[in-house]
Protein backbone atom coordinates (compact mmCIF):
# COMPACT_ATOMS: atom_id res chain seq x y z
CA UNK A 1 0.00 0.00 0.00
CA UNK A 2 1.02 3.25 -0.99
CA UNK A 3 0.84 6.79 -2.06
CA UNK A 4 0.91 8.29 -4.72
CA UNK A 5 1.02 12.21 -5.85
CA UNK A 6 2.16 14.31 -9.39
CA UNK A 7 1.18 16.76 -11.90
CA UNK A 8 0.90 17.00 -15.99
CA UNK A 9 1.17 20.72 -16.54
CA UNK A 10 2.21 23.15 -20.24
CA UNK A 11 5.66 23.71 -19.36
CA UNK A 12 7.57 26.97 -20.77
CA UNK A 13 11.19 27.29 -21.53
CA UNK A 14 13.54 28.77 -18.77
CA UNK A 15 11.76 27.35 -16.07
CA UNK A 16 13.51 26.10 -12.75
CA UNK A 17 13.78 22.45 -12.46
CA UNK A 18 14.34 22.76 -9.00
CA UNK A 19 11.23 24.96 -7.87
CA UNK A 20 9.33 21.75 -9.48
CA UNK A 21 11.26 19.37 -8.01
CA UNK A 22 10.50 21.34 -4.59
CA UNK A 23 7.09 21.12 -5.59
CA UNK A 24 6.69 17.61 -5.96
CA UNK A 25 8.93 16.48 -3.00
CA UNK A 26 6.23 18.48 -0.74
CA UNK A 27 3.30 16.67 -2.11
CA UNK A 28 4.94 13.60 -1.52
CA UNK A 29 5.92 14.24 1.74
CA UNK A 30 2.85 14.56 2.73
CA UNK A 31 1.96 11.43 2.20
CA UNK A 32 4.82 9.57 4.33
CA UNK A 33 1.97 7.74 6.33
CA UNK A 34 1.05 5.81 3.23
CA UNK A 35 4.29 4.45 3.01
CA UNK A 36 7.10 5.22 5.27
CA UNK A 37 9.21 2.53 4.08
CA UNK A 38 10.65 4.87 0.71
CA UNK A 39 9.82 7.76 -1.24
CA UNK A 40 10.64 8.88 -4.76
CA UNK A 41 10.21 10.67 -7.71
CA UNK A 42 10.58 11.83 -11.54
CA UNK A 43 10.36 14.32 -13.35
CA UNK A 44 10.25 14.58 -17.14
CA UNK A 45 13.39 16.48 -19.40
CA UNK A 46 10.62 19.21 -20.19
CA UNK A 47 9.20 19.72 -16.54
CA UNK A 48 6.11 18.77 -18.49
CA UNK A 49 5.11 15.47 -16.17
CA UNK A 50 6.05 15.07 -12.36
CA UNK A 51 5.45 11.48 -10.25
CA UNK A 52 5.72 11.27 -6.60
CA UNK A 53 5.70 7.62 -4.67
CA UNK A 54 5.41 6.58 -1.11
CA UNK A 55 6.00 2.85 -0.79
CA UNK A 56 4.82 0.50 1.88
CA UNK A 57 6.68 -2.25 0.57
CA UNK A 58 3.98 -5.65 0.48
CA UNK A 59 5.22 -8.66 -2.34
CA UNK A 60 9.14 -8.41 -3.31
CA UNK A 61 10.70 -5.98 -0.78
CA UNK A 62 14.11 -5.54 -2.87
CA UNK A 63 12.36 -4.71 -6.27
CA UNK A 64 9.27 -2.59 -7.33
CA UNK A 65 10.40 0.57 -6.27
CA UNK A 66 8.73 3.72 -7.85
CA UNK A 67 8.50 5.75 -9.96
CA UNK A 68 9.15 2.93 -12.32
CA UNK A 69 10.63 3.14 -15.85
CA UNK A 70 10.06 0.49 -18.26
CA UNK A 71 13.44 -1.18 -19.88
CA UNK A 72 13.07 1.80 -22.87
CA UNK A 73 12.39 4.92 -20.49
CA UNK A 74 10.16 6.19 -22.35
CA UNK A 75 7.04 4.37 -19.87
CA UNK A 76 6.90 5.42 -16.17
CA UNK A 77 4.57 4.23 -13.44
CA UNK A 78 3.12 5.05 -9.94
CA UNK A 79 0.59 2.79 -8.64
CA UNK A 80 -1.14 2.62 -5.06
CA UNK A 81 -2.19 -0.94 -4.43
CA UNK A 82 -2.04 -4.96 -5.69
CA UNK A 83 -2.59 -6.30 -8.24
CA UNK A 84 -3.80 -9.86 -7.02
CA UNK A 85 -3.67 -11.71 -10.18
CA UNK A 86 0.10 -10.43 -11.54
CA UNK A 87 0.99 -14.13 -11.38
CA UNK A 88 -1.36 -15.10 -14.21
CA UNK A 89 -1.09 -12.06 -16.00
CA UNK A 90 3.32 -12.34 -16.12
CA UNK A 91 3.64 -15.05 -18.36
CA UNK A 92 1.12 -13.72 -21.00
CA UNK A 93 3.53 -10.78 -21.03
CA UNK A 94 6.67 -12.34 -21.24
CA UNK A 95 5.61 -14.67 -24.31
CA UNK A 96 5.19 -11.79 -26.12
CA UNK A 97 8.41 -10.22 -25.03
CA UNK A 98 8.17 -7.69 -22.42
CA UNK A 99 11.72 -8.89 -20.18
CA UNK A 100 9.81 -8.62 -16.07
CA UNK A 101 12.64 -9.09 -14.19
CA UNK A 102 11.00 -9.09 -10.76
CA UNK A 103 8.08 -11.00 -8.68
CA UNK A 104 6.49 -7.11 -8.11
CA UNK A 105 3.14 -6.83 -9.28
CA UNK A 106 3.97 -2.85 -10.46
CA UNK A 107 6.28 -4.21 -12.91
CA UNK A 108 3.69 -6.39 -14.65
CA UNK A 109 1.50 -3.37 -14.41
CA UNK A 110 3.77 -1.64 -15.80
CA UNK A 111 3.93 -3.69 -19.32
CA UNK A 112 0.35 -4.81 -19.11
CA UNK A 113 0.19 -0.95 -19.80
CA UNK A 114 2.86 -1.04 -22.55
CA UNK A 115 1.26 -3.94 -24.31
CA UNK A 116 -2.40 -3.44 -23.91
CA UNK A 117 -2.85 0.49 -23.38
CA UNK A 118 -5.50 1.78 -21.85
CA UNK A 119 -7.31 -1.96 -22.15
CA UNK A 120 -5.04 -2.85 -19.21
CA UNK A 121 -7.23 -1.99 -16.73
CA UNK A 122 -9.69 -4.72 -18.43
CA UNK A 123 -6.50 -7.49 -17.23
CA UNK A 124 -6.73 -6.26 -13.44
CA UNK A 125 -7.64 -8.20 -10.57
CA UNK A 126 -7.06 -5.94 -7.54
CA UNK A 127 -7.36 -2.79 -5.58
CA UNK A 128 -5.86 0.30 -7.48
CA UNK A 129 -5.15 3.62 -8.22
CA UNK A 130 -1.94 4.26 -11.08
CA UNK A 131 -0.68 7.18 -13.59
CA UNK A 132 1.47 5.86 -15.89
CA UNK A 133 3.36 8.37 -18.42
CA UNK A 134 4.10 7.43 -21.99
CA UNK A 135 6.39 9.84 -23.34
CA UNK A 136 6.31 8.52 -26.84
CA UNK A 137 2.75 10.10 -26.78
CA UNK A 138 2.85 12.78 -24.06
CA UNK A 139 0.12 11.44 -22.17
CA UNK A 140 -0.82 10.72 -18.65
CA UNK A 141 -3.40 7.78 -18.01
CA UNK A 142 -4.69 7.87 -14.42
CA UNK A 143 -7.25 4.94 -13.32
CA UNK A 144 -9.23 3.71 -10.16
CA UNK A 145 -10.29 0.65 -9.41
CA UNK A 146 -13.41 -1.25 -10.19
CA UNK A 147 -15.02 -0.61 -6.44
CA UNK A 148 -12.86 2.33 -5.11
CA UNK A 149 -11.12 0.79 -2.81
CA UNK A 150 -8.29 2.92 -3.31
CA UNK A 151 -8.86 6.90 -3.43
CA UNK A 152 -7.53 9.21 -6.27
CA UNK A 153 -8.28 13.46 -5.96
CA UNK A 154 -7.38 15.88 -8.88
CA UNK A 155 -7.39 19.10 -9.38
CA UNK A 156 -7.36 20.76 -13.50
CA UNK A 157 -6.14 23.96 -13.41
CA UNK A 158 -6.53 25.68 -17.08
CA UNK A 159 -4.45 22.88 -18.94
CA UNK A 160 -2.76 21.62 -16.03
CA UNK A 161 -3.63 18.59 -13.84
CA UNK A 162 -2.28 17.75 -10.40
CA UNK A 163 -3.48 14.60 -8.58
CA UNK A 164 -2.70 13.04 -5.53
CA UNK A 165 -3.99 9.95 -3.10
CA UNK A 166 -5.59 12.39 -0.53
CA UNK A 167 -6.65 15.83 -0.76
CA UNK A 168 -3.14 17.34 1.51
CA UNK A 169 -0.77 16.28 -1.48
CA UNK A 170 -2.93 18.13 -4.12
CA UNK A 171 -2.65 21.80 -1.88
CA UNK A 172 0.54 21.50 -1.77
CA UNK A 173 0.73 22.47 -5.69
CA UNK A 174 0.86 26.10 -6.12
CA UNK A 175 -2.66 27.91 -7.40
CA UNK A 176 -5.29 25.36 -6.34
CA UNK A 177 -7.68 27.09 -3.74
CA UNK A 178 -9.70 26.04 -1.02
CA UNK A 179 -13.21 27.55 -1.64
CA UNK A 180 -16.05 24.62 -0.39
CA UNK A 181 -18.08 23.50 -2.87
CA UNK A 182 -21.49 24.52 -1.47
CA UNK A 183 -23.25 21.49 -2.90
CA UNK A 184 -20.61 18.91 -1.84
CA UNK A 185 -21.59 20.17 1.99
CA UNK A 186 -25.15 19.87 1.45
CA UNK A 187 -24.21 16.05 0.10
CA UNK A 188 -22.28 15.93 3.11
CA UNK A 189 -25.28 16.82 5.42
CA UNK A 190 -27.14 14.10 4.10
CA UNK A 191 -25.20 11.31 3.68
CA UNK A 192 -22.62 12.03 6.25
CA UNK A 193 -19.34 11.73 3.34
CA UNK A 194 -19.24 13.72 0.33
CA UNK A 195 -19.94 11.15 -2.66
CA UNK A 196 -17.83 11.03 -5.78
CA UNK A 197 -17.15 12.76 -7.69
CA UNK A 198 -17.36 16.17 -5.83
CA UNK A 199 -14.90 17.05 -2.90
CA UNK A 200 -15.33 19.77 -0.33
CA UNK A 201 -13.21 22.22 -2.56
CA UNK A 202 -14.71 23.46 -5.69
CA UNK A 203 -11.34 23.16 -7.35
CA UNK A 204 -10.52 19.01 -6.28
CA UNK A 205 -12.56 16.53 -7.88
CA UNK A 206 -12.63 12.50 -7.31
CA UNK A 207 -12.37 10.34 -9.72
CA UNK A 208 -14.86 7.83 -9.17
CA UNK A 209 -14.55 4.23 -9.18
CA UNK A 210 -14.02 1.95 -12.76
CA UNK A 211 -13.11 5.40 -14.16
CA UNK A 212 -10.16 6.49 -15.91
CA UNK A 213 -8.58 9.96 -17.49
CA UNK A 214 -6.28 10.51 -19.95
CA UNK A 215 -4.43 13.88 -20.30
CA UNK A 216 -3.38 14.32 -23.95
CA UNK A 217 -0.65 16.10 -24.58
CA UNK A 218 -2.40 19.84 -25.00
CA UNK A 219 -3.95 19.31 -21.33
CA UNK A 220 -7.73 18.18 -22.66
CA UNK A 221 -8.59 15.03 -20.74
CA UNK A 222 -10.95 12.26 -21.45
CA UNK A 223 -12.77 10.58 -18.66
CA UNK A 224 -14.00 6.98 -18.96
CA UNK A 225 -16.28 4.41 -17.44
CA UNK A 226 -14.50 1.05 -18.47
CA UNK A 227 -16.18 -1.07 -16.02
CA UNK A 228 -19.62 -0.76 -13.95
CA UNK A 229 -21.52 -3.96 -11.78
CA UNK A 230 -24.62 -5.23 -13.71
CA UNK A 231 -27.68 -6.04 -12.08
CA UNK A 232 -29.79 -8.03 -14.55
CA UNK A 233 -33.13 -9.03 -14.02
CA UNK A 234 -32.40 -12.04 -16.31
CA UNK A 235 -29.45 -14.09 -15.74
CA UNK A 236 -27.93 -17.68 -15.97
CA UNK A 237 -29.40 -18.31 -12.27
CA UNK A 238 -33.02 -19.58 -11.76
CA UNK A 239 -34.88 -22.33 -10.53
CA UNK A 240 -37.16 -22.43 -13.48
CA UNK A 241 -35.90 -22.82 -16.89
CA UNK A 242 -33.70 -25.98 -18.32
CA UNK A 243 -30.50 -24.02 -19.36
CA UNK A 244 -30.73 -22.48 -15.48
CA UNK A 245 -27.85 -22.99 -12.88
CA UNK A 246 -30.06 -24.22 -9.67
CA UNK A 247 -29.70 -22.37 -6.74
CA UNK A 248 -27.50 -25.25 -5.48
CA UNK A 249 -25.29 -25.04 -8.02
CA UNK A 250 -25.12 -21.43 -6.89
CA UNK A 251 -24.12 -22.20 -3.16
CA UNK A 252 -21.00 -24.24 -5.40
CA UNK A 253 -20.04 -21.67 -7.74
CA UNK A 254 -20.05 -19.02 -4.63
CA UNK A 255 -18.08 -20.41 -2.18
CA UNK A 256 -15.85 -21.54 -5.07
CA UNK A 257 -14.89 -17.85 -5.90
CA UNK A 258 -14.74 -16.67 -2.37
CA UNK A 259 -11.95 -19.17 -1.31
CA UNK A 260 -10.06 -18.44 -4.52
CA UNK A 261 -10.55 -14.77 -3.95
CA UNK A 262 -9.51 -14.73 -0.51
CA UNK A 263 -6.18 -17.26 -1.96
CA UNK A 264 -5.12 -14.57 -4.09
CA UNK A 265 -5.30 -11.84 -1.47
CA UNK A 266 -3.52 -13.60 1.01
CA UNK A 267 0.02 -13.22 -1.00
CA UNK A 268 2.68 -11.27 1.15
CA UNK A 269 6.12 -10.73 1.69
CA UNK A 270 4.87 -9.28 5.14
CA UNK A 271 3.43 -10.61 8.52
CA UNK A 272 -0.47 -10.68 7.25
CA UNK A 273 -3.23 -11.21 9.77
CA UNK A 274 -7.24 -10.41 10.01
CA UNK A 275 -9.97 -8.50 11.70
CA UNK A 276 -12.22 -10.33 13.27
CA UNK A 277 -15.84 -8.98 14.71
CA UNK A 278 -17.67 -12.64 15.14
CA UNK A 279 -19.89 -11.86 12.53
CA UNK A 280 -20.69 -13.70 9.11
CA UNK A 281 -18.43 -12.00 6.39
CA UNK A 282 -15.38 -11.51 9.10
CA UNK A 283 -16.03 -14.92 10.02
CA UNK A 284 -16.19 -16.40 6.63
CA UNK A 285 -12.76 -14.77 5.75
CA UNK A 286 -10.98 -16.17 8.43
CA UNK A 287 -12.34 -20.14 8.07
CA UNK A 288 -11.50 -19.35 4.25
CA UNK A 289 -7.58 -18.21 4.85
CA UNK A 290 -7.56 -21.55 7.32
CA UNK A 291 -8.77 -23.57 4.53
CA UNK A 292 -6.24 -22.13 2.40
CA UNK A 293 -3.36 -23.30 4.53
CA UNK A 294 -2.31 -20.72 6.40
CA UNK A 295 -1.82 -22.27 9.98
CA UNK A 296 -1.69 -19.17 11.68
CA UNK A 297 -3.54 -16.41 11.88
CA UNK A 298 -3.23 -13.13 14.09
CA UNK A 299 -6.93 -11.58 14.73
CA UNK A 300 -7.97 -8.35 15.88
CA UNK A 301 -11.20 -7.00 17.49
CA UNK A 302 -12.38 -3.87 19.75
CA UNK A 303 -15.22 -3.78 22.25
CA UNK A 304 -15.95 -0.70 24.75
CA UNK A 305 -14.72 -0.65 28.91
CA UNK A 306 -18.63 0.36 29.42
CA UNK A 307 -20.67 -2.14 30.49
CA UNK A 308 -23.55 -3.50 29.54
CA UNK A 309 -23.05 -2.18 25.92
CA UNK A 310 -22.76 -5.94 24.55
CA UNK A 311 -26.71 -6.02 24.93
CA UNK A 312 -27.03 -3.03 23.09
CA UNK A 313 -25.68 -4.06 20.11
CA UNK A 314 -21.98 -2.70 20.38
CA UNK A 315 -19.61 -4.90 21.92
CA UNK A 316 -19.05 -7.88 19.53
CA UNK A 317 -15.69 -8.65 21.74
CA UNK A 318 -17.34 -11.75 23.34
CA UNK A 319 -18.30 -13.59 19.73
CA UNK A 320 -15.28 -12.89 18.40
CA UNK A 321 -13.02 -14.49 20.98
CA UNK A 322 -15.86 -17.93 20.51
CA UNK A 323 -14.69 -17.29 16.90
CA UNK A 324 -11.23 -16.70 18.00
CA UNK A 325 -11.04 -19.81 19.86
CA UNK A 326 -12.84 -22.09 16.99
CA UNK A 327 -10.01 -20.99 14.49
CA UNK A 328 -7.15 -21.37 17.31
CA UNK A 329 -6.22 -17.84 15.65
CA UNK A 330 -3.66 -15.27 17.58
CA UNK A 331 -6.20 -13.22 19.12
CA UNK A 332 -6.06 -9.55 20.51
CA UNK A 333 -8.43 -7.18 21.92
CA UNK A 334 -8.53 -3.41 22.48
CA UNK A 335 -10.94 -2.26 24.77
CA UNK A 336 -12.01 1.79 23.81
CA UNK A 337 -13.82 4.02 25.97
CA UNK A 338 -15.20 7.37 25.49
CA UNK A 339 -11.82 9.27 25.54
CA UNK A 340 -11.45 7.46 22.45
CA UNK A 341 -13.08 10.31 20.59
CA UNK A 342 -10.07 12.59 21.42
CA UNK A 343 -8.03 10.78 18.59
CA UNK A 344 -10.95 12.71 16.22
CA UNK A 345 -8.56 15.73 16.16
CA UNK A 346 -5.45 13.79 15.13
CA UNK A 347 -7.53 11.93 12.52
CA UNK A 348 -8.90 15.18 10.45
CA UNK A 349 -5.45 15.04 9.32
CA UNK A 350 -5.89 12.22 7.65
CA UNK A 351 -9.20 12.59 5.89
CA UNK A 352 -9.13 15.91 4.77
CA UNK A 353 -12.91 16.28 4.22
CA UNK A 354 -15.62 16.50 6.26
CA UNK A 355 -16.42 12.85 7.27
CA UNK A 356 -18.69 11.75 9.94
CA UNK A 357 -19.19 7.92 10.25
CA UNK A 358 -18.26 7.57 13.79
CA UNK A 359 -16.99 4.10 13.40
CA UNK A 360 -13.51 5.75 12.18
CA UNK A 361 -12.83 5.76 15.49
CA UNK A 362 -12.74 1.95 16.43
CA UNK A 363 -11.55 1.44 13.02
CA UNK A 364 -8.71 3.25 13.49
CA UNK A 365 -7.82 1.75 17.16
CA UNK A 366 -8.40 -1.78 15.76
CA UNK A 367 -6.12 -0.37 12.76
CA UNK A 368 -3.75 0.48 15.69
CA UNK A 369 -3.54 -2.65 17.33
CA UNK A 370 -2.90 -4.76 13.84
CA UNK A 371 -0.24 -2.72 12.83
CA UNK A 372 1.92 -3.44 16.22
CA UNK A 373 1.55 -7.23 14.55
CA UNK A 374 1.70 -6.67 11.27
CA UNK A 375 2.08 -4.49 8.00
CA UNK A 376 -1.40 -6.73 5.31
CA UNK A 377 -5.12 -7.49 7.23
CA UNK A 378 -7.77 -8.76 5.85
CA UNK A 379 -11.26 -7.67 6.42
CA UNK A 380 -14.83 -9.04 6.04
CA UNK A 381 -16.05 -5.56 4.54
CA UNK A 382 -18.44 -5.99 1.24
CA UNK A 383 -21.00 -8.80 2.26
CA UNK A 384 -23.45 -6.68 3.47
CA UNK A 385 -23.58 -4.68 -0.12
CA UNK A 386 -22.81 -7.58 -2.69
CA UNK A 387 -25.21 -10.33 -0.77
CA UNK A 388 -28.25 -7.65 1.20
CA UNK A 389 -27.01 -7.50 4.84
CA UNK A 390 -28.22 -4.61 5.91
CA UNK A 391 -31.36 -4.11 8.00
CA UNK A 392 -32.74 -1.00 5.69
CA UNK A 393 -33.01 -3.88 2.60
CA UNK A 394 -35.84 -5.40 4.53
CA UNK A 395 -37.50 -1.95 5.36
CA UNK A 396 -36.94 -0.55 1.74
CA UNK A 397 -38.58 -4.30 0.16
CA UNK A 398 -40.98 -3.70 3.11
CA UNK A 399 -41.98 -0.21 1.63
CA UNK A 400 -42.06 -0.79 -2.19
CA UNK A 401 -44.52 -4.35 -1.48
CA UNK A 402 -46.77 -1.56 0.39
CA UNK A 403 -46.10 0.72 -2.21
CA UNK A 404 -46.92 -1.55 -5.33
CA UNK A 405 -50.53 -2.06 -3.61
CA UNK A 406 -51.68 1.67 -3.25
CA UNK A 407 -51.94 3.52 -6.00
CA UNK A 408 -49.47 6.72 -5.88
CA UNK A 409 -52.44 9.44 -6.55
CA UNK A 410 -53.77 8.02 -3.57
CA UNK A 411 -50.46 6.81 -1.72
CA UNK A 412 -48.85 10.06 -1.24
CA UNK A 413 -51.71 12.52 -0.09
CA UNK A 414 -52.62 9.83 2.43
CA UNK A 415 -49.08 8.82 3.79
CA UNK A 416 -47.78 12.43 3.46
CA UNK A 417 -50.77 13.28 5.49
CA UNK A 418 -50.01 10.66 8.42
CA UNK A 419 -46.55 11.13 8.49
CA UNK A 420 -47.07 14.59 9.12
CA UNK A 421 -49.02 13.81 11.77
CA UNK A 422 -47.31 11.43 13.38
CA UNK A 423 -44.96 12.15 16.40
CA UNK A 424 -41.56 11.52 16.11
CA UNK A 425 -40.80 9.54 19.82
CA UNK A 426 -36.75 8.56 19.59
CA UNK A 427 -37.67 7.17 22.66
CA UNK A 428 -40.66 5.05 21.87
CA UNK A 429 -39.47 1.34 20.80
CA UNK A 430 -38.56 0.73 16.86
CA UNK A 431 -42.02 -0.78 16.28
CA UNK A 432 -43.73 2.47 16.84
CA UNK A 433 -41.78 4.71 15.63
CA UNK A 434 -43.71 4.91 12.23
CA UNK A 435 -43.17 8.62 11.19
CA UNK A 436 -40.38 7.48 8.72
CA UNK A 437 -42.19 4.63 7.28
CA UNK A 438 -45.52 7.29 6.37
CA UNK A 439 -43.14 9.47 5.29
CA UNK A 440 -41.33 7.16 2.55
CA UNK A 441 -44.31 5.66 1.63
CA UNK A 442 -45.61 9.15 0.37
CA UNK A 443 -42.38 8.89 -1.34
CA UNK A 444 -41.17 7.05 -4.78
CA UNK A 445 -38.50 4.39 -4.05
CA UNK A 446 -35.67 6.16 -5.07
CA UNK A 447 -36.80 9.20 -2.75
CA UNK A 448 -37.71 6.96 0.09
CA UNK A 449 -34.61 5.46 0.32
CA UNK A 450 -32.54 8.67 0.01
CA UNK A 451 -34.41 9.93 2.91
CA UNK A 452 -34.17 6.80 4.89
CA UNK A 453 -30.26 7.54 4.11
CA UNK A 454 -30.80 11.22 5.20
CA UNK A 455 -29.08 12.53 8.54
CA UNK A 456 -30.55 15.98 7.87
CA UNK A 457 -33.72 15.99 5.95
CA UNK A 458 -34.32 18.97 3.71
CA UNK A 459 -36.69 20.74 6.42
CA UNK A 460 -33.68 20.32 8.85
CA UNK A 461 -31.03 21.74 6.19
CA UNK A 462 -33.20 25.13 5.98
CA UNK A 463 -33.02 25.48 9.79
CA UNK A 464 -29.47 24.80 9.62
CA UNK A 465 -27.60 26.84 6.93
CA UNK A 466 -27.52 30.36 6.93
CA UNK A 467 -30.19 32.01 4.24
CA UNK A 468 -26.41 33.42 2.15
CA UNK A 469 -25.14 29.83 2.18
CA UNK A 470 -28.83 28.56 1.02
CA UNK A 471 -28.66 31.14 -1.46
CA UNK A 472 -25.16 29.93 -2.97
CA UNK A 473 -27.16 26.31 -3.27
CA UNK A 474 -29.65 27.55 -5.51
CA UNK A 475 -32.25 25.16 -6.36
CA UNK A 476 -29.51 22.06 -5.96
CA UNK A 477 -31.29 18.92 -4.19
CA UNK A 478 -28.30 16.24 -2.82
CA UNK A 479 -31.32 13.55 -4.37
CA UNK A 480 -29.61 14.48 -7.30
CA UNK A 481 -26.86 12.38 -6.49
CA UNK A 482 -28.93 8.99 -6.18
CA UNK A 483 -30.86 9.99 -9.13
CA UNK A 484 -27.31 9.46 -11.34
CA UNK A 485 -27.10 6.12 -10.42
CA UNK A 486 -30.61 4.80 -9.77
CA UNK A 487 -30.95 5.69 -13.52
CA UNK A 488 -27.73 3.71 -14.55
CA UNK A 489 -28.72 0.67 -13.24
CA UNK A 490 -29.90 -2.01 -16.14
CA UNK A 491 -31.94 -3.85 -13.22
CA UNK A 492 -35.86 -2.60 -12.29
CA UNK A 493 -35.79 -4.94 -9.28
CA UNK A 494 -36.08 -2.38 -6.03
CA UNK A 495 -33.35 -4.56 -4.09
CA UNK A 496 -31.36 -4.32 -6.90
CA UNK A 497 -31.22 -0.77 -7.62
CA UNK A 498 -30.17 0.22 -3.55
CA UNK A 499 -28.02 -2.48 -3.49
CA UNK A 500 -25.98 -0.06 -6.46
CA UNK A 501 -26.51 2.74 -5.15
CA UNK A 502 -24.72 1.75 -2.04
CA UNK A 503 -21.80 -0.05 -4.04
CA UNK A 504 -21.52 3.60 -6.03
CA UNK A 505 -22.14 5.85 -2.58
CA UNK A 506 -21.76 4.11 0.91
CA UNK A 507 -19.68 1.71 0.16
CA UNK A 508 -17.14 3.63 -1.85
CA UNK A 509 -16.95 7.13 -0.03
CA UNK A 510 -17.98 6.44 3.71
CA UNK A 511 -17.02 2.16 3.88
CA UNK A 512 -14.13 2.24 1.89
CA UNK A 513 -12.70 5.63 2.48
CA UNK A 514 -12.93 5.32 6.01
CA UNK A 515 -10.88 2.08 6.24
CA UNK A 516 -8.18 3.49 3.86
CA UNK A 517 -7.60 6.56 6.03
CA UNK A 518 -7.65 4.64 9.02
CA UNK A 519 -5.57 2.18 8.07
CA UNK A 520 -3.15 4.37 6.37
CA UNK A 521 -3.11 6.37 9.34
CA UNK A 522 -0.98 3.75 10.86
CA UNK A 523 1.18 2.55 7.73
CA UNK A 524 -0.86 -0.54 7.39
CA UNK A 525 -2.82 -2.07 4.29
CA UNK A 526 -6.10 -3.53 4.67
CA UNK A 527 -7.73 -6.13 2.13
CA UNK A 528 -11.36 -6.82 1.27
CA UNK A 529 -11.93 -10.64 -0.64
CA UNK A 530 -15.61 -10.03 -0.76
CA UNK A 531 -15.21 -6.93 -3.08
CA UNK A 532 -12.99 -9.11 -5.47
CA UNK A 533 -15.08 -7.77 -8.86
CA UNK A 534 -15.07 -11.15 -9.24
CA UNK A 535 -17.40 -12.51 -6.87
CA UNK A 536 -19.23 -8.86 -7.25
CA UNK A 537 -20.57 -9.39 -10.36
CA UNK A 538 -21.32 -13.70 -9.22
CA UNK A 539 -23.20 -11.59 -6.41
CA UNK A 540 -25.18 -9.54 -8.94
CA UNK A 541 -26.49 -12.60 -11.19
CA UNK A 542 -28.26 -14.11 -7.99
CA UNK A 543 -32.11 -13.03 -7.98
CA UNK A 544 -32.68 -10.91 -5.09
CA UNK A 545 -35.10 -13.73 -3.16
CA UNK A 546 -31.88 -15.47 -2.92
CA UNK A 547 -30.42 -12.97 -0.75
CA UNK A 548 -32.63 -11.46 1.03
CA UNK A 549 -35.59 -14.09 2.10
CA UNK A 550 -38.19 -12.87 4.40
CA UNK A 551 -36.39 -11.10 7.11
CA UNK A 552 -33.07 -12.84 6.59
CA UNK A 553 -30.53 -11.46 5.33
CA UNK A 554 -27.63 -12.43 2.97
CA UNK A 555 -29.46 -16.09 2.47
CA UNK A 556 -27.29 -17.69 0.00
CA UNK A 557 -23.94 -16.49 1.28
CA UNK A 558 -24.36 -18.04 4.66
CA UNK A 559 -26.14 -21.04 3.60
CA UNK A 560 -22.98 -21.04 1.41
CA UNK A 561 -20.93 -20.77 4.54
CA UNK A 562 -22.51 -23.66 6.18
CA UNK A 563 -20.04 -25.67 5.83
CA UNK A 564 -16.88 -24.35 7.18
CA UNK A 565 -18.74 -22.23 9.56
CA UNK A 566 -19.83 -23.03 13.07
CA UNK A 567 -24.12 -22.86 13.34
CA UNK A 568 -23.73 -20.31 16.41
CA UNK A 569 -22.11 -17.84 14.24
CA UNK A 570 -25.27 -17.73 11.98
CA UNK A 571 -27.48 -17.19 14.92
CA UNK A 572 -26.08 -14.28 16.32
CA UNK A 573 -27.74 -11.13 15.93
CA UNK A 574 -26.37 -8.71 13.56
CA UNK A 575 -24.47 -5.74 14.92
CA UNK A 576 -22.74 -2.56 13.27
CA UNK A 577 -19.20 -1.58 13.90
CA UNK A 578 -20.29 1.50 15.64
CA UNK A 579 -20.07 3.18 19.20
CA UNK A 580 -22.06 4.39 21.71
CA UNK A 581 -22.48 7.79 20.35
CA UNK A 582 -25.76 8.94 21.99
CA UNK A 583 -24.36 7.53 25.49
CA UNK A 584 -21.33 9.18 25.09
CA UNK A 585 -22.51 12.44 23.77
CA UNK A 586 -25.04 12.84 26.56
CA UNK A 587 -22.18 11.85 29.39
CA UNK A 588 -18.76 11.89 28.95
CA UNK A 589 -18.19 14.20 26.09
CA UNK A 590 -21.08 16.60 26.55
CA UNK A 591 -18.51 19.42 27.44
CA UNK A 592 -16.35 18.74 24.42
CA UNK A 593 -19.81 18.61 22.27
CA UNK A 594 -20.59 22.22 23.78
CA UNK A 595 -17.27 24.04 22.79
CA UNK A 596 -17.45 21.86 19.82
CA UNK A 597 -20.70 23.48 18.20
CA UNK A 598 -21.32 26.45 20.84
CA UNK A 599 -17.86 27.85 21.58
CA UNK A 600 -15.46 30.74 20.57
CA UNK A 601 -14.14 28.87 17.60
CA UNK A 602 -16.77 26.24 17.23
CA UNK A 603 -18.69 25.61 14.36
CA UNK A 604 -21.66 28.36 14.82
CA UNK A 605 -18.71 31.18 14.33
CA UNK A 606 -18.28 29.68 10.81
CA UNK A 607 -20.92 32.15 9.43
CA UNK A 608 -22.36 29.11 7.21
CA UNK A 609 -24.99 27.62 10.50
CA UNK A 610 -27.60 28.88 12.37
CA UNK A 611 -27.03 29.15 16.52
CA UNK A 612 -30.49 28.64 17.11
CA UNK A 613 -30.80 25.40 15.41
CA UNK A 614 -28.15 23.91 16.31
CA UNK A 615 -28.76 25.10 19.86
CA UNK A 616 -32.21 23.16 20.05
CA UNK A 617 -30.74 20.04 18.97
CA UNK A 618 -28.22 19.83 21.45
CA UNK A 619 -31.46 20.48 24.03
CA UNK A 620 -33.48 18.25 23.12
CA UNK A 621 -30.50 15.44 22.63
CA UNK A 622 -29.56 16.44 26.34
CA UNK A 623 -32.57 15.82 27.46
CA UNK A 624 -33.17 12.13 26.08
CA UNK A 625 -36.56 13.51 24.67
CA UNK A 626 -34.70 12.89 21.05
CA UNK A 627 -31.66 11.20 19.62
CA UNK A 628 -29.49 13.75 16.94
CA UNK A 629 -26.28 11.50 17.64
CA UNK A 630 -25.40 11.67 14.14
CA UNK A 631 -26.58 15.39 13.11
CA UNK A 632 -24.62 16.48 16.23
CA UNK A 633 -21.72 13.98 15.48
Known sequence: MCGISGFFRQSTSGEDRGHWEHVLKRMNDSLYHRGPDQG?????????VGLAHRRLSIIDLSAGQQPMLDDSGQFCLIFNGEIYNHREIKPKLVAKGHPIKSRSDTEV???????????????????????????????????????????????????????????????EYPGVTKDLDAQALSDYLSLMYIPAPKSIFKSIRKLSPGCSLLIKPDGSIREERYWDLEFKDESVYSNTGSNSRSYDQAKV??????????????ESDVPLGAFLSGGVDSSAVVALMKRASMQSILTNTIGFASKGLADKGFDESAQARKTAEFFATQH??????????????????????????????????????????????????????????????????????????????????????????YPKADWLPQPLRAKTLLRNLS??????????????????????????????????NSLSVFAEHWNRCQSKDPLSRVQYLDVKTYLAEDILAKVDRASMAVSLEVRV??????????????????????????????????????????????????????????????????????????????GIFERPYVESLLKEHQSGLRDHAYPLF
Open 109 to 171: LLYAYKEWGERCVDHLRGMFAFAIFDATKGTLFIARDRIGIKPLYYAQLGQSLVFGSEIKAIL
Open 529 to 606: PLLDHKVMELAALFPSSWKLKGRQSKYILKDSLRTILPEEIFKRPKTGFSIPLAKWLREDLREMLQESLLGAKGLCST
Open 40 to 48: SQYISPNLK
Open 332 to 421: REFQADPKAVEVMEHLSHFYDEPFADSSMIPTYYVCKMARDRVTVAVSGDGGDESFAGYRRYYYDNLENNIREKIPGALRRPLFGLAAAL
Open 253 to 266: DLLESLEESVRLHL
Open 443 to 476: FSPMKGYFTSMSHFLPDMKKRLLSQDYQRSLGDY
